[in-house]
């Protein structure tokens, strides 16, 4: 080992990064204790010492009793491992440490690490990959100790089961150059509806099934199809999935594209197939039912029961514990697609009551957290119209039929179980059903008045814009419209921040829970409002000065990576906050849910175990810094006068 603090700083990370010079002012502030072992260094509860621990000699155990005080080991640390990070801003700490042998550490005051951490980027960046390191381990660990049993009765975690365990294989499949009829032969044989057609090096590269031949060959006569080959007949479009995805990944699949089965691809090449009858086998609910159920539905009253089946996959997720970003995209994928059904239900109605069909091509979008794909209830509705200009017309004429298109999809919804949005952002408003030119006009307008604060918010929610039906085009060309004029503008970024930093985590000075002091939530955080919030404002801004259209705020923040918009670090610490939050927000709704409340986002942080607890500071800590980083990048003093 290493004789001296000196040798120790200039060989172990983070502190091997600094520079010489100021690792020889910091030897000069570090301490060194030994602890026998079995003694604790500190114990759960204690104030903060406002210290870190780096191992020199022995180890250490990482302890906290849980609810029914039994002390239990969470973790353990090592030579050249640090601890006590969570007491270094005060506060009480969530877990002890107690010396697993004799220990010897380097007490480095928290003074000087706040100080390293606003200096030096190579330091910060090593420290927070640790502590996002350990957030996940503790995510994790609450993840799998959970008992969701309350919510939902699911026999197997289905939905982290890999697509190895559920494929069929070996798949039957035809060459590129065979006839039709020798295709048709196999399909045949194998007693199967379909076919997939594979080049020399098993790579899928069609499909050919029953309605193919049907559909082709005798719907349309062609002559000489004893001719035709497999390349000719076959559909092109091959929906893939690795084999080492899970089951959730291909549920999504096959709603999203609208497909029968998914070719399985392991290293480039064909390895088995997964049709929607092996996802329905494969799990008890019939959670993929609900395609052809949102589907076949005729009227409003028939979709307006499937809204509850929805809410049961969600139960089913949170039980069989998907990712939250999985849990997010299917249950956004089946929301859009029952909202798709309504809209066209509703454009039968027009047709039926004498309005005809829309009079020009149009596009629905959704904005708020169904425009981000992070609706999980069944939330209110904020949604939009874009209505391709036609001066023939005459966008006024073309508005009237778009708005009582939009009062009988936004009633259709509504009855659906996503209520009307109380402040009217709604497409039955005019304000929120124009032409694609009066949308860039405003667009412009909102952008450059942005210091006004009533139209900074219209421009908050209309920058969480989705096509969700309709004329996709409209919504990517006037995207790009507010990504350039954005990008053009010097100010709107700074008023964003400066409207997202008016508020702050909800953490006091002594590092622990502000809660709301009275009212029907006293002693409760509204864990949207207070904090997930912050992060989908942040990264709005961030993504949008990089040109970023995307509205995911997991893609958003995907992209701010490969675009250099966000290092690595930060971007890990904001991902893992981001994700306990939404845990934490639709586990506790479904709870509220389940007993007959309202699902408000707010929590008791005294009603959590002292593990969820601690998890939940280290996202409210991830909130912060991302704060922070905002406010440094994008405020401006001038701003203010």
Same mark, same amino acid.
Request: proline share 3%.
């Given at each position: 080992?290493?004789?001296?603090?000196?040798?120790?700083?200039?060989?172990?990370?983070?502190?091997?990064?600094?520079?010489?010079?100021?690792?020889?002012?910091?030897?000069?502030?570090?301490?060194?204790?030994?602890?026998?072992?079995?003694?604790?260094?500190?114990?759960?509860?204690?104030?903060?010492?406002?210290?870190?621990?780096?191992?020199?000699?022995?180890?250490?155990?990482?302890?906290?009793?849980?609810?029914?005080?039994?002390?239990?080991?969470?973790?353990?640390?090592?030579?050249?491992?640090?601890?006590?990070?969570?007491?270094?801003?005060?506060?009480?700490?969530?877990?002890?440490?107690?010396?697993?042998?004799?220990?010897?550490?380097?007490?480095?005051?928290?003074?000087?690490?706040?100080?390293?951490?606003?200096?030096?980027?190579?330091?910060?960046?090593?420290?927070?990959?640790?502590?996002?390191?350990?957030?996940?381990?503790?995510?994790?660990?609450?993840?799998?100790?959970?008992?969701?049993?309350?919510?939902?009765?699911?026999?197997?975690?289905?939905?982290?089961?890999?697509?190895?365990?559920?494929?069929?294989?070996?798949?039957?499949?035809?060459?590129?150059?065979?006839?039709?009829?020798?295709?048709?032969?196999?399909?045949?044989?194998?007693?199967?509806?379909?076919?997939?057609?594979?080049?020399?090096?098993?790579?899928?590269?069609?499909?050919?099934?029953?309605?193919?031949?049907?559909?082709?060959?005798?719907?349309?006569?062609?002559?000489?199809?004893?001719?035709?080959?497999?390349?000719?007949?076959?559909?092109?479009?091959?929906?893939?999935?690795?084999?080492?995805?899970?089951?959730?990944?291909?549920?999504?699949?096959?709603?999203?594209?609208?497909?029968?089965?998914?070719?399985?691809?392991?290293?480039?090449?064909?390895?088995?197939?997964?049709?929607?009858?092996?996802?329905?086998?494969?799990?008890?609910?019939?959670?993929?039912?609900?395609?052809?159920?949102?589907?076949?539905?005729?009227?409003?009253?028939?979709?307006?029961? /499937?809204?509850?089946?929805? @809410? $049961?996959?969600? =139960?089913?997720?949170?039980? &069989?514990?998907?990712?939250?970003?999985? *849990? #997010?995209?299917?249950?956004?994928?089946?929301?859009?697609?029952?909202?798709?059904?309504?809209?066209?239900?509703?454009?039968?109605?027009?047709?039926?009551?004498?309005?005809?069909?829309?009079?020009?091509?149009?596009?629905?979008?959704?904005?708020?957290?169904?425009?981000?794909?992070?609706?999980?209830?069944?939330?209110?509705?904020?949604?939009?119209? /874009?209505?391709?200009?036609? @001066? $023939?017309?005459? =966008?006024?004429?073309?508005? &009237?039929?778009?708005?009582?298109?939009? *009062? #009988?999809?936004?009633?259709?919804?509504?009855?659906?179980?996503?209520?009307?949005?109380?402040?009217?952002?709604?497409?039955?408003?005019?304000?929120?059903?124009?032409?694609?030119?009066?949308?860039?006009?405003?667009?412009?307008?909102?952008?450059?008045?942005?210091?006004?604060?009533?139209?900074?918010?219209?421009?908050?929610?209309?920058?969480?814009?989705?096509?969700?039906?309709?004329?996709?085009?409209?919504?990517?060309?006037?995207?790009?419209?507010?990504?350039?004029?954005?990008?053009?503008?010097?100010?709107?970024?700074?008023?964003?921040?400066?409207?997202?930093?008016?508020?702050?985590?909800?953490?006091?000075?002594?590092?622990?829970?502000?809660?709301?002091?009275?009212?029907?939530?006293?002693?409760?955080?509204?864990?949207?409002?207070?904090?997930?919030?912050?992060?989908?404002?942040?990264?709005?801004?961030?993504?949008?000065?990089?040109?970023?259209?995307?509205?995911?705020?997991?893609?958003?923040?995907?992209?701010?990576?490969?675009?250099?918009?966000?290092?690595?670090?930060?971007?890990?610490?904001?991902?893992?906050?981001?994700?306990?939050?939404?845990?934490?927000?639709?586990?506790?709704?479904?709870?509220?849910?389940?007993?007959?409340?309202?699902?408000?986002?707010?929590?008791?942080?005294?009603?959590?175990?002292?593990?969820?607890?601690?998890?939940?500071?280290?996202?409210?800590?991830?909130?912060?810094?991302?704060?922070?980083?905002?406010?440094?990048?994008?405020?401006?003093?001038?701003?203010?006068?």
């Amino acid at each position: 080992m290493p004789k001296n603090i000196r040798e120790v700083l200039n060989t172990v990370p983070p502190f091997s990064l600094l520079p010489e010079a100021v690792l020889g002012s910091l030897e000069k502030d570090i301490a060194e204790k030994t602890y026998p072992k079995g003694s604790y260094v500190f114990r759960q509860g204690e104030e903060g010492l406002n210290t870190l621990f780096l191992i020199i000699r022995g180890s250490a155990e990482v302890v906290a009793k849980n609810d029914m005080d039994d002390e239990a080991v969470l973790g353990f640390r090592g030579v050249e491992e640090f601890f006590g990070e969570t007491g270094l801003n005060g506060g009480q700490y969530s877990a002890g440490v107690r010396a697993k042998e004799d220990l010897t550490c380097l007490l480095i005051p928290g003074l000087e690490v706040e100080k390293l951490m606003g200096r030096h980027s190579d330091f910060t960046g090593y420290l927070a990959e640790v502590l996002v390191e350990r957030m996940r381990s503790l995510y994790d660990e609450i993840i799998h100790e959970q008992s969701f049993d309350a919510y939902s009765k699911v026999e197997v975690p289905l939905f982290r089961k890999r697509i190895s365990d559920i494929m069929s294989t070996p798949v039957i499949t035809c060459g590129i150059a065979d006839t039709v009829v020798e295709v048709a032969g196999i399909m045949e044989k194998k007693n199967i509806s379909a076919v997939m057609v594979v080049n020399d090096q098993n790579s899928p590269i069609g499909v050919i099934s029953n309605a193919d031949l049907v559909n082709k060959i005798l719907a349309r006569s062609v002559t000489g199809f004893l001719k035709l080959t497999a390349g000719e007949l076959m559909n092109k479009k091959v929906v893939t999935i690795p084999s080492e995805a899970f089951y959730a990944e291909a549920v999504l699949a096959i709603s999203k594209h609208r497909t029968k089965q998914l070719a399985v691809i392991r290293r480039g090449r064909l390895a088995g197939i997964v049709t929607v009858a092996d996802l329905v086998k494969a799990r008890s609910t019939g959670t993929l039912t609900l395609v052809h159920d949102i589907e076949s539905q005729q009227d409003i009253e028939g979709l307006s029961s /499937i809204g509850v089946e929805v @809410d $049961s996959l969600l =139960n089913a997720l949170v039980a &069989e514990k998907a990712p939250v970003p999985e *849990i #997010l995209m299917i249950i956004s994928e089946f929301h859009e697609r029952l909202t798709r059904k309504v809209i066209q239900l509703c454009e039968e109605e027009m047709v039926s009551r004498g309005f005809g069909g829309p009079p020009v091509e149009y596009c629905w979008a959704n904005m708020g957290s169904a425009g981000r794909q992070e609706q999980t209830s069944r939330t209110d509705q904020d949604n939009m119209i /874009i209505f391709r200009d036609e @001066d $023939s017309i005459g =966008n006024d004429k073309i508005r &009237e039929y778009f708005l009582k298109l939009a *009062i #009988l999809v936004n009633e259709g919804l509504d009855r659906c179980g996503f209520a009307k949005c109380p402040g009217n952002v709604m497409a039955s408003n005019l304000q929120w059903c124009r032409s694609l030119g009066e949308w860039e006009q405003t667009a412009r307008q909102w952008i450059e008045s942005a210091k006004d604060p009533v139209l900074l918010r219209q421009l908050t929610i209309l920058l969480d814009f989705r096509a969700v039906y309709g004329e996709k085009r409209l919504a990517d060309t006037l995207w790009k419209k507010i990504v350039k004029l954005y990008c053009q503008s010097a100010a709107v970024s700074h008023y964003l921040a400066q409207d997202d930093l008016s508020a702050r985590v909800p953490v006091n000075i002594w590092g622990g829970f502000s809660t709301e002091k009275s009212g029907p939530h006293k002693d409760e955080i509204n864990l949207k409002t207070a904090a997930s919030v912050h992060i989908v404002n942040c990264l709005r801004i961030f993504s949008l000065k990089s040109g970023i259209a995307d509205t995911n705020t997991f893609i958003r923040l995907s992209e701010l990576r490969k675009r250099g918009g966000m290092k690595n670090d930060e971007a890990d610490f904001v991902e893992a906050a981001y994700e306990t939050l939404m845990m934490f927000r639709i586990r506790e709704n479904l709870k509220k849910v389940k007993r007959g409340d309202k699902a408000d986002n707010y929590i008791n942080p005294s009603l959590l175990g002292k593990q969820e607890r601690e998890i939940l500071k280290g996202a409210f800590t991830g909130v912060s810094r991302l704060q922070k980083l905002t406010g440094s990048t994008y405020t401006l003093l001038w701003l203010a006068k």
